[in-house]
Structure formats: structure tokens, C-alpha cells
């Protein structure tokens, strides 16, 4: 029978991380933008992106170690897509996401009652079509800074850029979408406030397109030129530290089965989330 806790283990850290996530989110941008909106307009316009931002880069950083930091059902699917994560944890963090999030909402409500609960909503002007791309758009990127600087290890710290993919991402769509970029992120406050905004499906839709559409730039990628053979060796480097490891824990299995150092590597399922095969 199969063994599930480690995968038990890591959702219950996502959900852990994504009700911080949006507590965090929704607290810090609430209370920026209600004290600054009307002595400092243009100063409100970042104070719900900078929120984000850094709630995101904290909550990663925080639960890299012990489930990745995902955060957000449309990456994961995304990292699903690519077989970066296996599918039986990718649909127990997707789960756990959703619970997170609303968790972190209704603890919102709880101390800020009254306050705007963070929901999502197009803005006056904004169609749904112009809406439906903007979140595609930004969530790409941000998807793409989660592959290019955690899975495949191009940062010591991929929190910080990640972090700031959210920023930038949301200044660009937040006047006119919210800058949701996050089914959970949206999920969460709509349903502990009753507020789902105008057209709520493309908070759900344009997020997973924009994280498969990163899933496919990073695909290509992967398969091209220097990106590639930077990719190729450290993975060479990663099984070979991994090797060690376990051949000083066992020595004995390891006397006569010992492959050329040269060997490409079998890539498996987790070995490019952040930390989730140091289990």
C-alpha cells in the first residue's frame, strides 16, 4: 500500500502557508490602501501589490522546506503539467490551497469586520475579455519566475523574485482586475464575504492558462541550447550529491552498483520543486 504521509505532510503545509498567504495579503492591503486612499491616491495604487508581494515572499521562503511554497492551484497544475510534481500531491496541494485560503479570509474577517474582505472584481471599463487576458499575462510571469528561479534552482533566494513577480505582476492588472493571479487568492474572500465581483470565472480560468502558458515556455526551454546544458548538470551534480549521501548512510549497497559519474540522470516527479524532495 502506499505511503502518503509525506505528501500528508507537505499539503498541510500548503494549506498552513496559503492561509498566511491571503491573511497577510488581504490584511496588509486593506489596511494600506483604507488609511492612504484619500491623502495619498497615487501611493494606494501600490499598497495592495506591495502587500502581496511580500506576503508571497514570506510565505515562500517560510514553507519552501517543507512543501515547496506553491501557494496557488494554477502553478500547481502547472508543475503538474510538467511532471515536476507528482499528480496525487499536486491534487492534495490544490485542495489544501483552496481550504488555506479560505482559512485566511474568514480570520480576516474576524479582526478587520466591516473592513473590505479583499474580493476580486473587474473595475469600471475593464471587460471581461480585457480582464480574461490580464490575469493569463501576469500569471505567466509570475509562473515563469517560479520555474526559472525555484524549480530549476537559478537563485539562492527565489523567494525575493518571486516575491516581486507578484508586485510587478499586480501593479499592471490590479486597477483593473485586482490582480488576483491566484484561484485561492480570489476563492477565500468571495466566499467569507459573499462578493464575487463581475465575471468571477476568469480569476479561475486565466490563471490556469497563464501558468500552463509558462509550463510550455519552460518546456521549450528546457529542451534548448545553454539553458539546457545548465539544467543537465546541475541535475548531474544533484544525483551525484544525493548519491554520496546515501552510499556513506549504506555502504554496502552501493560497492558494486556504482554508475559513471558521467551518466545523464533520471529526472523523477519532485526534483525540481524547492526543498520537496529533502524530505
Avoid at 471599463?125 to 534552482?153: H, N
Avoid at 477565500?188 to 465575471?199: E, I, K
Avoid at 500552463?212 to 541535475?235: P, Q
Wanted: aromatic share 10%; glycine share 10%; net charge negative.
Amino acid at each position: 500500500m502506499a505511503d502518503y504521509s509525506k505528501d500528508l505532510a507537505a499539503s498541510f503545509s500548503e494549506f498552513i502557508g496559503t492561509a498566511y498567504f491571503v491573511f497577510f495579503g488581504v490584511g496588509g492591503s486593506v489596511a494600506l490602501t483604507n488609511n492612504i486612499k484619500d491623502t495619498n491616491p497615487g501611493v494606494a495604487l501600490i499598497a495592495g501589490p506591495l502587500a502581496w508581494g511580500f506576503s508571497l515572499l514570506v510565505t515562500v521562503w517560510v514553507m519552501a522546506s517543507s512543501s515547496g511554497g506553491v501557494l496557488n492551484p494554477a502553478i500547481t497544475i502547472g508543475l503538474m503539467a510538467t511532471k515536476d510534481i507528482r499528480l496525487i500531491r499536486g491534487f492534495l496541494y490544490i485542495i489544501a490551497q483552496f481550504l488555506g485560503a479560505l482559512l485566511g479570509a474568514y480570520l480576516i474577517e474576524v479582526v478587520q469586520p466591516g473592513q473590505s474582505g479583499g474580493a476580486t472584481t473587474l473595475a469600471s471599463g475593464t471587460t471581461v475579455m480585457e480582464g480574461l487576458l490580464l490575469e493569463i499575462f501576469c500569471t505567466s510571469i509570475l509562473t515563469f519566475a517560479v520555474y526559472i528561479l525555484a524549480i530549476d534552482e537559478n537563485s539562492d533566494c527565489p523567494a525575493l523574485g518571486i516575491g516581486w513577480a507578484l508586485f510587478i505582476s499586480a501593479i499592471a492588472a490590479g486597477p483593473y482586475t485586482g490582480g488576483s493571479l491566484n484561484p485561492a487568492r480570489t476563492f477565500g474572500p468571495a466566499l467569507v464575504t459573499g462578493d464575487y465581483g463581475t465575471a468571477n470565472w476568469i480569476y479561475y480560468l486565466g490563471p490556469i492558462l497563464g501558468a500552463l502558458l509558462a509550463s510550455a515556455f519552460v518546456t521549450i526551454l528546457r529542451k534548448m541550447g545553454e539553458y539546457k546544458e545548465k539544467r543537465d548538470e546541475k541535475l548531474r551534480e544533484k544525483e551525484e550529491k544525493l548519491r554520496e549521501k546515501r552510499e556513506k548512510s549504506h555502504p554496502h549497497e552501493f560497492r558494486s552498483t556504482r554508475e559513471p559519474k558521467n551518466k545523464a540522470p533520471e529526472r523523477d516527479y519532485d526534483s525540481g520543486i524547492i526543498e520537496i524532495t529533502k524530505e
